[in-house]
């Protein structure tokens, strides 16, 4: 069972960037999609942006599209979300999940992820 350790959140001023990364455990990370949630408080768990095993295909709702980028290093074992020109209303825990190879479901499901990293708080400031 793969761990998930999600790391570079923090209080952040509207405009600011920031980088998120997600750690994985084990080396069959290279075999699974990934992607990125949030949850802000009293609401639910929303998507934000998923990665196929390879990189090669990227998907991203609608509400950071233009503003966040996706990627992998299947070497590192590591997952990143490059979020800028951050909005208040991107304030959230933001949590990263796995998928294993044969998972069936929408990227933008988190029906279709098997394995959860613990969450790190993002915080953006007006």
């Known amino acids: 069972q793969v761990q998930l350790v999600e790391s570079g959140g923090g209080l952040v001023q509207a405009g600011d960037s920031l980088r998120l990364s997600c750690a994985a455990s084990?080396?069959?990370?290279?075999?699974?999609?990934m992607g990125w949630f949030r949850q802000a408080p009293g609401k639910e768990r929303e998507f934000v942006a998923a990665?196929?095993?390879?990189?090669?295909?990227?998907y991203y709702a609608d509400s950071v599209k233009g503003r966040f980028t996706i990627s992998r290093d299947n070497a590192k074992m590591t997952v990143y979300l490059q979020m800028t020109s951050l909005k208040p209303e991107d304030t959230a825990v933001y949590y990263c999940?796995?998928?294993?190879?044969?998972?069936?479901?929408?990227?933008?499901?988190?029906?279709?992820?098997?394995?959860w990293g613990q969450g790190t708080q993002v915080t953006v400031s007006s």
């Open positions: 999940a796995a998928s294993e190879p044969y998972s069936s479901g929408s990227y933008y499901s988190r029906n279709k992820y098997d394995y």
């Open positions: 990665i196929n095993w390879s990189g090669g295909v990227r």
């Open positions: 084990e080396r069959t990370f290279s075999t699974y999609a």
